[in-house]
Nanobody
Framework: QEQLVQSGGGLVQPGGSLRLSCVTSGFSLADYAIGWFRQAPGKEREGLSCMSSDHKTVYTDSVKGRFTISRDNAKNTIYLQMNSLKPEDTAVYYC?????????????????????WGQGTQVTVSS
């Protein structure tokens, strides 16, 4: 049974950093692209980043240069390092597994292209 279990959210001051983790099980992580999304209250789920199985990455403009996606296939874990956090980064964050091994340009930011999802973790950026 496929499972993604997230950890690492919380409250952080503006300018601070957090690292989110997502432990996967029930499938071979190395075979798939991975992604991170977020959803703020009253807004649609927003795609942030995608990493292909060959470790190539894409980022949406709002997080480029501040967030870093990574993976450790041996530990079945994916990460999102978030630096220089802003109040507008406040949202529930989700890890997800893409349907194929490569992030497909704009389709990498579409939630319907992902098969498995983490439970979500709250990130609040506030002073």
């Amino acid at each position: 049974q496929e499972q993604l279990v997230q950890s690492g959210g919380g409250l952080v001051q503006p300018g601070g950093s957090l690292r989110l983790s997502c432990v996967t099980s029930g499938f071979s992580l190395a075979d798939y692209a991975i992604g991170w999304f977020r959803q703020a209250p009253g807004k649609e789920r927003e795609g942030l980043s995608c990493m292909s199985s060959d470790h190539k990455t894409v980022y949406t403009d709002s997080v480029k240069g501040r967030f870093t996606i990574s993976r450790d296939n041996a530990k079945n874990t994916i990460y999102l390092q978030m630096n220089s956090l802003k109040p507008e980064d406040t949202a529930v964050y989700y890890c997800a597994i893409y349907r194929v091994s490569h992030c497909g340009g704009g389709s990498a930011y579409r939630p319907y292209n992902y098969n498995y999802w983490g439970q979500g973790t709250q990130v609040t950026v506030s002073s």
